[in-house]
């Protein structure tokens, strides 16, 4: 007579295993349990600004870069997840002036009726912000905030530009883009005659405007220039070098591309003052920037690694 077959009815221990660390990171026993269920209720409680934040990026030329932001710090959070801190404790002061702020700002939107939708959205964002940051203080500490110091920071670009901000960065890039195209044009040796922002070309009259700006696409380049610094270098200085670096070539970027639209419009067709290059056509000096910047990133590294190297062999 055969020996019966015995069968393993047993579930899988994986599922259950997760199930447990499922449970165990979000237990209210924990500290970064309390913490995510307090994130869990500030969205909820913000569940409509914040859906119309989404919207507002969605349909906005200049903040659009919005939607990738809590992706992004997400990810660098979990990034760095070996190496944040396992102990945490409670730091009530510091976390008193961000969620003071947060409250301000949350008041502020009840008193003040005449703000525009923009700088509505711009008070939320940063009372969302605030609180967030408080409650990472209060359950998380101060050390794992020094360790997520970046990712936390990053978040302060889900905060709407405000509009007298915005105005005033699109008033003082037009200028400064108009001096570098100024200086391009007599570089090029382009007959021009210039009047504040009006240049007189052969056979055009052109304007600088707000669109000729490009806060857009140098608002991009400053994030990507900061996103890069803090992925790729290590040491406070070049990271602040890159960055800085960034600033002066969001003026170059403009200074060239008012003059390459300018000289195709004067020596090939006219219409590219007004097509899709004019129109549309950001993302290809945004390259170009970013091109000019990715030689100083590999300097900056070298100069870091020699540094390393030398440190090793004098210690």
Known sequence: MSDPIMENTAPPAAPVSARKSFNRFFSLRTPVGRFLWFGLLLIALFAKPLANLVLHAATSNLHSYILLVPVISLYLIYDRRDRLPRSYSSSP???????????????STMIFSTLSYNDHLTLVALSFVCLLTAGAFSFLGQEWMRAAAFPVFFLIFLIPMPDAMADSLETGSKLAS?????????????????????????????????????IRSSLALLITSLLAGHLFLRSAWTKAIFTLAAIPLLIVKNGIRIVTLSLLSIYVDPSFLTGNLHHQGGILFFLLALGILLPLLWLLQQHERRRRIWGTATS
């Not at 002061?93 to 008041?107: D, I, N, Q, R, T």
């Open 93 to 107: 002061v510091l976390a008193s002036f961000p969620f003071l702020v947060g409250l301000a700002a949350l008041v």
């Open 178 to 214: 108009t001096e570098a195209a100024n200086l391009f044009f007599n570089l090029t040796g382009t007959p021009v005659l210039r009047d504040g922002t009006i240049f007189q070309l052969p056979n055009i009259l052109i304007q600088v405007g707000q669109e000729c700006s490009g």
